[in-house]
């Protein structure tokens, strides 16, 4: 069964940084591209970052702040949140790529940006 | 960057009834090489992660209802529930990832009349 267990989310001050953390289990990590999505409260799914064979993409918005990385031996999916906003709060998925599109999520962990 | 659009915000249907989703890009989500569409719908449930429905915008995931069909080509697509049940309760959202930055249409809620 696969699976995505997020972790790394909490509060912290603008400014400030995180290292989020997607544990994956139940197929083999190494072969599928990974992506991050986020969802600020209330709000809509709006895309990260993604990873494919070594390639990373950004959204414009977190560019040069945010930088995503994999360790294949780990089956884990990294997102470092540097210089965060409060525009940054959401609950950030990690998910699949499969066929291109998004196959399966995790449960995601929220991160909180306030003073 | 492609905007999607999603017509209407929200609906109510009645229980066994049919619901119908539209979604729009600003530009064709076919891709040359293959000819596919680019286009997935997620479902999300209340305190839920979204859920893959459709992909290659009328290829339903393995294990899905077929209640749920996807259609359309290009530009303009529709997600139909053909008997709305109770468990479908939940915001729908279209996707195209033929280009980065992916992106989102803003969701359609879906709930019982």
């Known amino acids: 069964e696969v699976q995505l267990l997020e972790s790394g989310g909490g509060l912290v001050q603008p400014g400030g940084s995180l290292r989020l953390s997607c544990a994956a289990s139940g197929f083999t990590f190494s072969s599928y591209p990974m992506t991050w999505v986020r969802q600020a409260p209330g709000k809509g799914l709006e895309w990260v970052s993604g990873i494919s064979a070594g390639t990373t993409f950004y959204a414009d918005p977190v560019k040069g702040r945010f930088t995503i990385s994999r360790d294949n031996s780990k089956n884990t999916l990294y997102l470092q949140m540097n210089s965060l906003r409060v525009d940054d709060t959401a609950v950030y998925y990690c998910?699949?790529?499969?066929?291109?599109?998004?196959?399966?999520w995790g449960q995601g962990t929220l991160v909180t940006v306030s003073s | 960057d492609i905007v999607m659009t999603q017509a209407p915000d929200s609906l109510a249907v009645s229980l066994g009834e049919r619901a119908t989703i539209n979604c729009k890009s600003s530009?064709?989500?076919?891709?040359?090489?293959?000819?596919?569409?680019?286009l997935a719908w997620y479902q999300q449930k209340p305190g839920q992660p979204p859920k893959s429905l459709i992909y290659w915008a009328s290829t339903r995931e393995s294990g899905v209802p077929d209640r749920f069909s996807g259609s359309g080509s290009g530009t303009d697509f529709t997600l139909t529930i053909s008997s709305l049940q109770a468990e479908d309760v939940a915001v729908y959202y279209c996707q195209q990832y033929l280009i980065t930055p992916i992106t989102f249409g803003p969701g359609t809620k879906v709930d019982i009349k």
């Open positions: 530009q064709s989500v076919i891709h040359s090489s293959n000819s596919k569409n680019y």
């Open positions: 998910a699949r790529r499969y066929g291109d599109r998004n196959d399966y």
